[in-house]
């Protein structure tokens, strides 16, 4: 089984940048998507952004859209998230997953989840 190990969350103060990143450990049958969400306690995961195997195509929640860079190195197994001008709002834990493709994790199918990386934006 694929597990997700995420790093990079910490204490952030409003209009910084912050980098996530996520490295997938296992075995992988076929090529596959990895992508973010967020999640506030009580309330529903959030899609942040995915990429594709290739890194190539990207999508991103409308939320953080010119805020966020999702970046992909299949090689490696890797994805990293770059936020920049970071909100009150952005602040949540934050996970890896992975899935088939982009549009599929965008949806909320995930085939793994990491077990997540708080992020706290705050004056």
């Known amino acids: 089984q694929v597990q997700l190990e995420e790093a990079g969350g910490g204490l952030v103060q409003p209009g910084d940048s912050l980098r996530l990143s996520c490295v997938a450990h296992g075995r992988f049958s076929r090529p596959y998507a990895m992508g973010w969400f967020r999640q506030i306690p009580g309330k529903e995961r959030e899609f942040v952004a995915a990429?594709?195997?290739?890194?190539?195509?990207?999508l991103y929640a409308d939320s953080v859209k010119g805020r966020a860079t999702i970046s992909r190195d299949r090689w490696k197994n890797t994805v990293t998230l770059q936020m920049n001008s970071l909100k009150p709002e952005d602040t949540a834990v934050y996970y890896c997953?992975?899935?088939?493709?982009?549009?599929?994790?965008?949806?909320?199918?995930?085939?793994?989840w990491g077990k997540g990386t708080p992020v706290t934006v705050s004056p």
């Open positions: 997953a992975t899935g088939p493709q982009v549009i599929v994790i965008a949806r909320g199918t995930v085939s793994v």
């Open positions: 990429a594709s195997w290739s890194g190539d195509n990207r």
